[in-house]
C-alpha cells in the first residue's frame, strides 16, 4: 500500500465523520455513554467480521497487552473526556478547544522519526484551524467559571492527538487491534453508563437507524480506516485536513433541514481548503 493510499483511506474517516452529528441528533434520547456503548459495540462487531472473513485473527496473538491499553485509552479516553467537557462548559467554548487535536497532530508530528514538519504545515494547520472556528465557536463567550470544563477539552484534544500519533509508531502493528480497542471501550462504556446514568432507548424508527448508523460508521469504521491512515499515510496531509469534518458536517445538516446555511461557511471552506492545500504543498516539498 502506498502512502498516498493510506492517505485517501485515513481521511475516509473524516468523511464519515462528518456524518457524527447528523446521526448524533437523530439518537439524543440516548444518554451519551450509553450511545458510546452501543456504538462501539457495533463497531467492534465490524472488526470481528472484517477479521473473521480475512482469516487474520492471528495478528492479534501476539500483540502486547500494553497496546490494547493503549489503544483502549485512546478510544475510552477521549469520548469520556468529550462528553465530560460539553457538561462542564458550553458547547460552543468546550468543542473549539476539543478542536485543536488536528493541529496538535500537525505539531506533534515533528516528533517523529522520518517526518519532516516544516512551517507551511503550521501555517496551513492554523489557517484551516481558524476556518473550523468559525462554525464550531458560533457565539463562544470563554468564562473563568467554566475553567475545568476547558480543562477536560484540553486533554480530549490532546488525548486524541497523542494517540494519532503514538499509533504511527505502531505501525507494524495491524489495524486489526482496532477491534479488541472498539470492544474494550464498548465495556467501559457500559459501566460508566450504568455507574452515571439512566438507560434511555430510542423511541421512533429514525432513532434506533441513526445509533445503529453511527456504529457502523463515525463511531465504528471510521476508527479502522483512521488507524491505517495515520500508520501508512501522510500525518501531517490527514491532521490538516481533519479540519474539514465539521465543514462538511455543517453542510450535511443543512442538507438535512436541520441546520440553517451562514455566510460563514463559506469563508470556512476557502480557509480549510486553503490549509489543506498549503500542507499538500509543504508534504510534497519533502517528498512525503
Known amino acids: 500500500m502506498t502512502k498516498r493510499t493510506a492517505t485517501f483511506i485515513g ?7 462528518a ?4 446521526f448524533t441528533v437523530g439518537a439524543r434520547e440516548v444518554p451519551a455513554l450509553q450511545l458510546n ?3 462501539f459495540a457495533i463497531g467492534g462487531t465490524i472488526g470481528v467480521i472484517w477479521t473473521t472473513a480475512s482469516k487474520r ?10 497496546i490494547y491499553a493503549f489503544g483502549t485509552v485512546g478510544l475510552f479516553g477521549y469520548h469520556f473526556l468529550y462528553f465530560s467537557a460539553l457538561k462542564a462548559a458550553p458547547p460552543a467554548e468546550a468543542g473549539l478547544i476539543a478542536y485543536l487535536w488536528p493541529l496538535l497532530i500537525v505539531l506533534f508530528s515533528g516528533l517523529l522519526p522520518g517526518e519532516t514538519l516544516r512551517p507551511l504545515h503550521l501555517v496551513g494547520a492554523g489557517l484551516s484551524f481558524v476556518g473550523a472556528a468559525l462554525i464550531v465557536a458560533k457565539g463562544a463567550s470563554f468564562s473563568g467559571g467554566h475553567m475545568t470544563g476547558y480543562l477536560l477539552a484540553s486533554a480530549c484534544a490532546l488525548t486524541w492527538s497523542s494517540y494519532s500519533v503514538i499509533s504511527r509508531r505502531l505501525g507494524s502493528v495491524s489495524s486489526m487491534v482496532v477491534t479488541v480497542y472498539c470492544l474494550a471501550t464498548a465495556v467501559l462504556s457500559l459501566l460508566a453508563h450504568l455507574a452515571l446514568e439512566e438507560t434511555v432507548w430510542p423511541s421512533s424508527q429514525a432513532g434506533w437507524l441513526s445509533m445503529i448508523a453511527l456504529g457502523l460508521g463515525p463511531v465504528g469504521a471510521a476508527f479502522y480506516v483512521w488507524d491505517i491512515g495515520v500508520k501508512r499515510g501522510n500525518i501531517q ?8 469534518a465539521p465543514l462538511l458536517s455543517t453542510l450535511v445538516l443543512v442538507g438535512a433541514g436541520i441546520a440553517e446555511p451562514r455566510a460563514t461557511l463559506i ?3 476557502v480557509l ?3 490549509g489543506a492545500g498549503l500542507a499538500a504543498f ?4 519533502t517528498g512525503s
Open 19 to 22: 456524518l457524527l452529528a447528523l
Open 37 to 39: 456503548a452501543v456504538c
Open 272 to 274: 480549510i481548503t486553503a
Open 282 to 285: 509543504a508534504s510534497r516539498q
Open 267 to 269: 469563508l470556512s471552506a
Open 11 to 17: 481521511f475516509i474517516a473524516v468523511l464519515l465523520w
Open 57 to 66: 485473527w492471528h495478528e492479534l496473538k501476539n500483540v502486547p497487552l500494553s
Open 237 to 244: 496531509l490527514l491532521g490538516t485536513a481533519s479540519y474539514a
